[in-house]
Nanobody, 129 residues
Framework: QLQLAESGGGLVQPGGSLTLSCVVS????????IGWFRQAPGKEREGVAC?????????NYTDSVKGRFTISRDNAKNTVYLQMNNLKPEDTAVYYC?????????????????????WGQGTQVTVSS
């Protein structure tokens, strides 16, 4: 059974950094693409970033985080990371990771959540002074 668990969220000041981790179990992670998503209160879930399976040579980001966020994977550790720099108050949300065989993306808007079948429980990120 596919299981994903996010960690690394917290409270950070604007301009600060956080690194989120997504640990996967129950399957061979390198056969799956992993996406990061977020949902702010009162808003719809949005795709943030996605990394292709195997060596992760392809990545995709929603426009609002390009140049600030970096997604990476370490298959030996069954972990995908989301490095978030220069955080802004509008980045405040619950962040989720999800797995699927491929990254299905919408240009400029990152991965499409409806295509991802397995999800973690989320980790809260709050950007506030």
């Amino acid at each position: 059974q596919l299981q994903l668990a996010e960690s690394g969220g917290g409270l950070v000041q604007p301009g600060g950094s956080l690194t989120l981790s997504c640990v996967v179990s129950g399957f061979t992670m390198d056969n799956y693409a992993i996406g990061w998503f977020r949902q702010a209160p009162g808003k719809e879930r949005e795709g943030v970033a996605c990394i292709s399976r195997k060596n992760g040579e392809r990545t995709n980001y929603t426009d609002s985080v390009k140049g600030r966020f970096t997604i990476s994977r370490d298959n030996a550790k069954n972990t995908v990371y989301l490095q978030m720099n220069n955080l802004k108050p509008e980045d405040t949300a619950v962040y989720y990771c999800a797995a699927d065989r491929r990254c299905t993306v919408e240009p400029g808007r990152g991965p499409v959540g409806a295509y991802f079948k397995s999800w973690g429980q989320g980790t809260q990120v709050t950007v506030s002074s």
